[in-house]
């Protein structure tokens, strides 16, 4: 590769007003061995989880994401209306 050759590249792919731009997406897997840190929870969860007779570590394991792969997944690649969630379900049945 010539120096020309790189800077053509960079001009045609990588510089911020290139029309053949790509971005580099970087993902970042925690491992941490003691699981996610303990955080302060405030009034309005301690409340609903009194009610709803939930413990608050339920509550936050089912907010956690444990595996950032299974995580994003799972996520819906554009918004459905309520019919078509209604469709969805009623073909699972």
Request: glycine letters at 4%; hydrophobic letters at 40%.
């Amino acid at each position: 590769l010539s120096k020309k050759d790189l800077l053509d590249f960079h001009s045609q792919w990588i510089s911020h007003n290139a029309v053949g731009r790509k971005v580099l997406h970087v993902l970042v897997r925690s491992e941490l061995c003691d699981g996610p840190p303990e955080c302060d929870i405030d009034a309005e969860m301690k409340k609903f989880c009194a009610t709803t007779g939930t413990a608050v570590r339920e509550m936050r394991e089912q907010n956690c994401v444990h595996n950032l792969s299974e995580f994003k997944a799972r996520l819906a690649l554009y918004e459905l209306d309520k019919s078509d969630i209604e469709a969805q379900v009623a073909a699972l049945k």
